[in-house]
T-cell receptor, first 110, second 117 residues
Framework: QKEVEQNSGPLSVPEGAIASLNCTYS??????FFWYRQYSGKSPELIMS????GDKEDGRFTAQLNKASQYVSLLIRDSQPSDSATYLC??????????FGSGTRLQVQP | SAVISQKPSRDICQRGTSLTIQCQVD?????MFWYRQQPGQSLTLIAT?????????ESGFVIDKFPISRPNLTFSTLTVSNMSPEDSSIYLC??????????????FGPGTRLLVL
């Protein structure tokens, strides 16, 4: 079992729709959870962090965390073609390095 | 957040040679990490660069192949030694700055794109 699992996609949504990205993790000791966006040829860019159960909203992005189910999700409202990228879920335990999932490729169709 | 720069941004190298990648941060950070991202893959941790002591390597990575230096809290180097085409990857420096709100996070440099012929 991989430590962090994501559906590789591609996930295709029409412009203006809600994109829903999901991630599960195996280490129950994970304390910090992150979503990074990576455009082709670029380095990962942090877009959301979440540390406690529930929802966290930032603009068009909402991160959801359920530690009991070991599940993290990212919702992107009003999806734009510029949101087309690979979204990487990552988890962190204390000061250890991030562990990444394989990423989900999102395509927003104009 | 922290501003991270890497040199070189890209390079094309011949097999059997070595390349040293530099990572510079604009502020002192406790934790620095080196990742590799092979074409079409996600990020894999190579090692944690420890200031004043030997780096801590992940399974599958060894010091002879990927020697790391961390002379101070703002700078680190990663050397890719005796390169082969399988080393063609993006190499990323990452830092976990000491946060004011004590929340852990991690930021990435722009990466070094390496092609080995």
């Amino acid at each position: 079992q991989k430590e962090v699992e994501q559906n590789s996609g591609p996930l295709s949504v029409p412009e203006g729709a809600i994109a829903s990205l999901n991630c599960t993790y195996s280490d129950r000791g994970s304390q910090s959870f992150f979503w990074y966006r990576q455009y082709s040829g670029k380095s990962p860019e942090l877009i959301m962090s979440i540390y406690s159960n529930g929802d966290k909203e930032d603009g068009r992005f909402t991160a959801q965390l359920n530690k009991a189910s070991q599940y993290v999700s990212l919702l992107i409202r009003d999806s734009q073609p510029s949101d087309s990228a690979t979204y990487l879920c990552a988890v962190k335990r204390g000061r250890r390095a991030l562990t990444f999932g394989s990423g989900t490729r999102l395509q927003v169709q104009p | 957040s922290a501003v991270i720069s890497q040199k070189p941004s890209r390079d094309i190298c011949q097999r059997g040679t070595s390349l040293t990648i530099q990572c510079q941060v604009d502020s002192q950070v406790t934790m620095m990490f080196w990742y590799r991202q092979q074409p079409g893959q996600s990020l894999t941790l190579i090692a944690t660069a420890n200031q004043g002591s030997e780096a801590t390597y992940e399974s599958g990575f060894v010091i002879d192949k990927f020697p790391i230096s961390r002379p101070n809290l703002t700078f680190s180097t990663l050397t890719v030694s005796n390169m082969s085409p399988e080393d063609s990857s993006i190499y990323l420096c990452s830092v976990d700055p000491l946060p004011r709100d004590r929340k852990e996070t991690q930021y990435f440099g722009p990466g070094t794109r390496l092609l080995v012929l």
